[in-house]
């Protein structure tokens, strides 16, 4: 058990954090996709709304 958390401590010591401008970065990629993939598929649900209460 000793072991592995020396292993899991020397692991950590070794990664490679992102600064606080990446992680901003990031995240307003993030909620930009996540907001404009939304926008495209309530459009599309929009569209096929109106499709199927034209259809029937």
């Known amino acids: 058990?000793?072991?592995f958390l020396k292993s899991?401590?020397?692991e950590m010591k070794e990664v490679t954090w992102p600064t606080a401008k990446q992680n901003r970065h990031d995240t307003?990629?993030?909620i930009?996709?996540?907001v404009l993939f939304a926008i495209?598929?309530?459009a599309l649900d929009w569209a096929f709304s109106a499709l199927t209460q034209v259809v029937m």
């Open 1 to 3: 058990m000793f072991k």
């Open 28 to 30: 307003g990629v993030v």
């Open 8 to 10: 899991v401590v020397q």
């Open 40 to 42: 495209y598929l309530g």
């Open 32 to 34: 930009t996709s996540s």
